[in-house]
């Protein structure tokens, strides 16, 4: 089981992600699920390079993936 060193879990706990998130650019793992956020993907979470983990289930997020996440190297399909 790997170990984080951040984690963020704010799991059914937020009405909308804002630019506070963005300043936590050594962040490994978020978790905004159960949140049942209606917009589009947060644009503050394309700071946010050193992810890991996203976890973004059952929310009503629209659109498309901004450019920016597809550079996220280190974010792990598991």
Known sequence: MAT????????????????????????RLLNLSNNVFNRTFPPELSNLTNLRVLDLYNNNLTGVLPVSVATFHCLADE
């Open 4 to 27: 984080y060193r951040s984690l963020l879990s704010l799991k059914s706990s937020l009405d909308d992600p804002d630019s506070r998130l963005s300043a936590l650019s050594a962040l």
